[in-house]
T-cell receptor
Framework: KNEVEQSPQNLTAQEGEFITINCSYSVGISALHWLQQHPGGGIVSLFMLSSGKKKHGRLIATINIQEKHSSLHITASHPRDSAVYICAVNTGNQFYFGTGTSLTVIP | EAQVTQNPRYLITVTGKKLTVTCSQNMNHEYMSWYRQDPGLGLRQIYYSMNVEVTDKGDVPEGYKVSRKEKRNFPLILESPSPNQTSLYFC???????????FGPGTRLTVL
């Protein structure tokens, strides 16, 4: 069973395009997280959300608790945004992760 | 510099030979956790710790042990490694319970 589903699995975009990555979950959550994993393997935490919307630079994350759905948007995409984006939810102190969306931004 | 360190970064070992992967953070964080990452399965939580001497199982704890004797350190112990524990392991920490804010660089383990 997959508590967290992401779509699409792979995404290729032209530089400058607006990108959306989706995350749906099936469990009750305390918070939802978006992570970025660089091609070298390092993981960076982007957002923690429990409601509404957060923005950091060109990244925007939204969550709809009633629909159990979150989206990560990247505006004016750039090749340096190429990475795997991972959605995770925590139910108290335990975590469940999506399998990630691999994004490639072509110059 | 605020960071989470892991050692070793790469390890090749043989079945049954006990090993420890260390994790240390210099931010005085209370919450620390371990994850493994496998192709097609993504990240899965192994163990977490809310504070010194307080640890609990995550999603896939079988075959692993942890200890939290000091706030800064959270080692992962494989008493008798098996090939199905070949994986990429990450440690993480944060001030906020249940929030893997800072990740270590990862440890790539191969068990032959």
């Amino acid at each position: 069973k997959n508590e967290v589903e992401q779509s699409p699995q792979n995404l290729t975009a032209q530089e400058g395009e607006f990108i959306t990555i989706n995350c749906s979950y099936s469990v009750g959550i305390s918070a939802l997280h978006w992570l970025q994993q660089h091609p070298g393997g390092g993981i960076v935490s982007l957002f923690m959300l429990s409601s509404g919307k957060k923005k950091h630079g060109r990244l925007i994350a939204t969550i709809n608790i009633q629909e159990k759905h979150s989206s990560l948007h990247i505006t004016a995409s750039h090749p340096r945004d190429s990475a795997v984006y991972i959605c995770a939810v925590n139910t108290g102190n335990q975590f469940y992760f999506g399998t990630g969306t691999s994004l490639t931004v072509i110059p | 510099e605020a960071q989470v360190t892991q050692n070793p970064r790469y390890l090749i070992t043989v079945t049954g030979k006990k090993l420890t992967v260390t994790c240390s953070q210099n931010m005085n964080h209370e919450y620390m956790s371990w994850y493994r990452q496998d192709p097609g399965l993504g990240l899965r939580q192994i163990y977490y710790s809310m504070n010194v001497e307080v640890t609990d199982k995550g999603d896939v704890p079988e075959g692993y042990k942890v200890s939290r004797k000091e706030k800064r350190n959270f080692p992962l112990i494989l008493e008798s490694p098996s090939p199905n524990q070949t994986s990429l392991y990450f440690c993480a920490s944060s001030f906020i319970s249940g929030y893997p804010e800072f990740f270590g660089p990862g440890t790539r383990l191969t068990v032959l």
